[in-house]
């Protein structure tokens, strides 16, 4: 059994302690890569075509915590002309992938508005999947001022 802990050892603890408090944090960002990946498991082999697909975000926010965005899609939402899916992804996000919204043909329209956390200033990309299988893709650069997730 030990005894008390000794003002000269109990010191030095507390230094460790407060040292570790300056040491740099290292946050895992998403890449271009990491985005590519998804956005290729996604499309199930297609290629993203543009055009059919509106992403609608500020090319400028102040605050990265609640970033309104709208994506909204071409489409009848009948037979192969339906959006199976639509996913959101940032390049500069802990994770690439922001939300996925699926939708059926009960849905009526394809258009999403949410508000996203957005880490820092990135690419913003929307890929739309058809129920014919044709991929569809928008993207924007925005210009965050103060990045909203925090790791």
């Known amino acids: 059994m030990t005894g008390p802990i000794s003002r000269r050892r109990m010191l030095g603890l507390t230094a460790a302690m407060a040292g570790l408090a300056f040491l740099p944090v290292s946050r895992a960002m998403a890449t271009p890569d990491a985005v590519a990946d998804e956005i290729a498991n996604f499309?199930?082999?297609?290629?993203?075509?543009?055009?059919?697909?509106?992403?609608?975000?500020?090319?400028?926010?102040?605050?990265?915590?609640?970033?309104?965005?709208?994506?909204?899609?071409?489409?009848?939402?009948?037979?192969?002309?339906?959006?199976?899916?639509?996913?959101?992804l940032g390049e500069?996000?802990?994770?690439?992938?922001?939300?996925?919204?699926?939708?059926?043909?009960?849905?009526?329209?394809?258009?999403?508005?949410?508000?996203?956390?957005?880490?820092?200033?990135?690419?913003v990309i929307a890929v739309a999947r058809m129920a014919d299988g044709s991929v569809w893709r928008d993207e924007r650069d925005v210009d965050v001022a103060i990045g909203g997730c925090v790791t």
Do not use: C, W, Y
């Open 43 to 88: 499309a199930n082999g297609q290629t993203p075509r543009s055009g059919k697909i509106r992403l609608l975000i500020s090319e400028r926010v102040e605050n990265g915590s609640a970033v309104p965005v709208t994506i909204e899609v071409d489409s009848a939402m009948e037979g192969d002309d339906r959006v199976e899916s639509i996913m959101l």
């Open 92 to 123: 500069e996000n802990p994770n690439p992938i922001v939300a996925t919204f699926h939708f059926s043909a009960l849905s009526g329209a394809a258009l999403v508005s949410t508000r996203v956390r957005l880490a820092a200033s990135q690419k």
